[in-house]
């Protein structure tokens, strides 16, 4: 992915992407000392740039390091990277990370470093065939307690599981894994949210052990203006059998009906497919209508 035309933000300035390296020593390589966003942006519009820039801001403070720059220098910076590369639907990574300016586990002395790329994200398949709905495995790893990781951080060395979980998952067949938490608990998938619909009601774990999803607070928001009930709890793995319709939902997942889980078969159902239409509605309007829509 590193050798082709375009540019990346690096520290400030647009640099060509076959050029936005860093040193073998940098300090995020060797302690993951990094955090990162992932945004869509769709017909020109960042969807909720302020709150992914935010979360990246905190996800850094979690990690003990504040960026060099304020939001409002990173919200620009993102569209300045879209324009550089000329792209209105596409997928957007911010990254900030600790240098290699000291080397060893304390980094206080390193310099705080920061990318934005992104690149063409458009066409995706339509709601009808996205029904048919994907097939999740159960990880082999489990979320860590909130006191064993930084959990409330899009850091980057939380994937480490979800990468090992995933890549498990497709070895065998699998698009991707659900992950339970530490006590055996519903989590989250490797990169996206989990919903189950139960009783007719909507369920989500409560995001005390992992990310508590952009996407997943929209959808909850989405799922209320249509007065569906949504329900906050824990979540016992037995309740997967409860389940009538089951869904996924993050930045790069939208809202993605599961049909399966490890042997466990659903049917998306209305439920699903209304949040999906009423999701893709929501990204695709520019946000002057959607301050109207609010006003
Ligand atoms: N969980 C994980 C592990 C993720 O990587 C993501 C994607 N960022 C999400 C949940 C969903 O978050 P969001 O809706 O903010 O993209």
């Given at each position: ?110 310099k705080v470093h920061m ?5 063409e994200w458009g066409a ?172």
């Open positions: 992915f590193d050798d082709r035309d375009g540019w990346i933000w690096m520290d400030g300035a647009m640099v060509p992407w076959r050029d936005a390296k860093l040193h073998v020593l940098s300090h995020a390589l060797h302690y993951a000392s990094a955090v990162f966003e992932g945004e869509r942006c769709y017909g020109g519009h960042i969807f909720k740039l302020r709150e992914h820039t935010e979360r990246l801001i905190a996800s850094a403070k979690i990690l003990g390091f504040d960026l060099p720059w304020s939001a409002e220098e990173i919200d620009a910076a993102c569209n300045a990277t879209l324009a550089a590369n000329n792209l209105t639907d596409a997928y957007l990574r911010p990254i900030a990370w600790r240098g290699p300016e000291e080397m060893g586990v304390a980094a206080k002395h390193t990318a934005i790329a992104c690149w995706y398949f339509g709601v009808e065939q996205r029904m048919a709905g994907v097939r999740l495995s159960m990880a082999p790893w489990k979320r860590p307690h909130p006191d064993t990781a930084p959990t409330a951080s899009k850091a980057a060395g939380l994937y480490m599981i979800g990468t090992l979980s995933k890549h498990a998952a497709m070895d065998a067949g699998y698009d991707d894994a659900l992950m339970l938490d530490w006590k055996g608990d519903v989590a989250e998938a490797t990169g996206a949210n989990v919903f189950l619909v139960i009783d007719g009601e909507i369920h989500t774990p409560k995001p005390d052990n992992f990310l508590d999803g952009i996407t997943r607070r929209t959808v909850m928001g989405l799922a209320r203006t249509r007065q569906m009930k949504v329900v906050e709890r824990i979540i016992p793995e037995s309740d997967l059998a409860r389940a009538t319709e089951v869904f996924l939902c993050g930045t790069a997942a939208e809202v993605t009906p599961v049909r399966e889980i490890a042997g466990r078969t659903y049917t998306p159902g209305e439920i699903t497919r209304t949040l999906m239409t009423d999701y893709s509605a929501l990204v695709h309007m520019s946000p002057d209508d959607v301050a109207k829509r609010a006003a």
